[in-house]
C-alpha cells in the first residue's frame, strides 16, 4: 500500500496537465500513486496524459460526470494510507507530500490539512500568495474583527468561506474519507462542503507555507453560473450550520453569546438571505435525504430557489448589478491588481469565488 494516493481529476486542460502530473511523480515523497480521471476531455488532454511513462501512474477515462464524479471515482481506485486531489490545471511544490505527511503525524487529531497558495496565471507568473482566511476573502465583512476570523479557530472560520479554496490544497487522511464519504454533487462547493463534513469529526490544519500553485486562467469555473453557485452556498449553510452550532466541542473556548455573535458577523449570502432561511426552515441539516433531493437538477423546489435568485440579483431600475461580486481588490506583492492588467482581472475571479 503505497504511502499516498493522488487523484487528479482532469478536464480540458491539455496546457495544463502535464505540469500537473510533474508535480506529482517529481515529489520528493515518492511512495505514492497518482490516479487520473479524465472527465470526458474533448481536447488532447488524455493524449498529454498518455505521454506519462511511470509504474505509479494509471490513467481512468469516463463520460463527463462532473469534477466530484471523476474525484470520487479515483479515491475508490486509491489504496493510499493518506489522500491527496490535485486539479489538472493546478501544481504541487516538490516537498508538498512530504511535509503534509510530517504535519499529519504530528497531530494525530487532525484529518484534513491545507497550505497556503501561490497563485499564478498560465504562464506560471506568481500572482501573489494566499495565507489562509487571513487575504484573499471572497467577500468583505463589515466587522470581521467580530467574525470567525477574528481569532485561530479553523473550523469557525471555515464557516464563512472556503478559505482552503479548493480540492487541490487537500490532504486528508484514508480513516476520515471511509468515515465521512464521498463527494456530494455540487458543482461548485463540493469541496467546502467536504471540508465542513471532516471538520465536524476531526481536525482542520492550514500549514503556514506556499506548497501549491493555483492557477487562475479564463476558463476556471469561478462565476461560471452565480445563481447556481449562491444556491450552493446557502445549501452548505443550511445542511452544516446547525450540525456544528450543536456541537459541545463548538464552543470550547467560546461562549454561546460570543458565537452568536460572530454567526451574524460572519455569513454572506449575496443578499439571499431568504434563501439561506427556506432551507434552514426545510430542515436541510437533520434530513439528509431533503438535501440530496434538493441538489436534483429537476428538482422542483431547487427551480423555485434559483429563479429567486436570478431575481434577487438582477439590476433594478437605479441600482448597480447585484452580479457585480462585492470584494475588496487586495495589493499584490509591489503591485496592485490593476497594474496587471489581464492577470489582475482574472486573479479577481478568483478572489470573488473559490473553486
Known amino acids: 500500500m503505497p504511502k499516498f494516493s493522488i487523484v487528479i481529476p482532469s478536464y480540458n486542460h491539455m496546457a495544463f496537465v502535464a505540469d500537473a502530473v510533474r508535480s506529482v511523480l517529481g515529489q520528493s515523497e515518492g511512495d505514492l500513486e497518482l490516479i ?16 506519462f511513462s511511470d509504474e505509479r501512474l494509471t490513467i481512468l477515462t469516463q463520460t463527463n460526470q462532473g469534477a466530484h464524479a471523476a474525484i470520487n471515482r479515483g479515491l475508490k481506485e486509491s489504496s493510499g494510507e493518506y489522500l491527496a486531489i490535485l486539479n489538472s ?3 504541487y511544490h516538490p516537498e508538498r507530500l512530504r511535509k503534509s505527511r510530517e504535519f499529519l503525524e504530528a497531530d494525530p487529531q487532525l484529518g484534513l490539512m491545507g497550505s497556503f497558495i501561490e497563485i499564478i496565471d498560465r504562464d506560471n507568473k506568481v500572482l501573489g500568495i494566499k495565507h489562509g482566511y487571513k487575504d484573499f476573502e471572497p467577500w468583505s465583512i463589515e466587522n470581521p474583527q467580530r467574525s470567525f476570523r477574528a481569532d485561530s479557530d479553523l473550523r469557525a472560520a471555515l464557516l464563512t468561506e472556503n478559505f482552503l479554496a479548493t480540492t487541490s490544497n487537500f490532504v486528508f ?52 453560473n452565480l445563481e447556481a453557485m449562491i ?11 446547525p450540525r456544528h452550532f450543536a456541537d459541545a466541542q463548538f464552543y470550547a473556548h467560546h461562549t454561546p453569546d ?28 437533520d434530513d439528509p435525504s431533503a438535501a440530496r433531493e434538493l ?4 428538482d422542483v423546489r431547487r427551480q423555485k430557489y434559483l429563479e429567486y435568485i436570478k431575481w ?8 448597480p448589478s447585484k452580479s457585480n ?6 495589493e499584490v506583492g509591489k503591485n496592485g491588481l490593476s497594474r496587471l492588467g489581464k492577470p489582475g482581472r482574472i486573479l479577481h475571479r478568483f478572489i470573488s469565488f473559490f473553486r
Open 36 to 51: 487520473v480521471v479524465d472527465d470526458g476531455s474533448t481536447d488532447d488532454s488524455l493524449d498529454v496524459i498518455s505521454r
Open 89 to 91: 490545471d493546478d501544481a
Open 173 to 224: 487522511k484514508r480513516l476520515i474519507y471511509e468515515k465521512i464519504g464521498e463527494f456530494r454533487a455540487l458543482r461548485y462547493a463540493h469541496d467546502w462542503d467536504f471540508a465542513l463534513r471532516v471538520a465536524g469529526v476531526a481536525g482542520l490544519g492550514l500549514l503556514p507555507e506556499a506548497l501549491m500553485r493555483y492557477r487562475v486562467h479564463e476558463s476556471n469555473t469561478i462565476r461560471e
Open 231 to 241: 444556491f450552493e452556498i446557502c445549501w452548505c449553510l443550511a445542511v452544516h450550520l
Open 258 to 285: 460570543q458565537r452568536i455573535e460572530q454567526l451574524l458577523n460572519s455569513i454572506y449570502t449575496y443578499g439571499c438571505e431568504q434563501v439561506l432561511s427556506g432551507m434552514l426552515i426545510q430542515g436541510l441539516s
Open 295 to 298: 441538489l436534483d437538477p429537476e
Open 312 to 319: 434577487k440579483i438582477a439590476p433594478k431600475e437605479g441600482e
Open 325 to 330: 461580486f462585492r470584494v475588496e481588490i487586495k
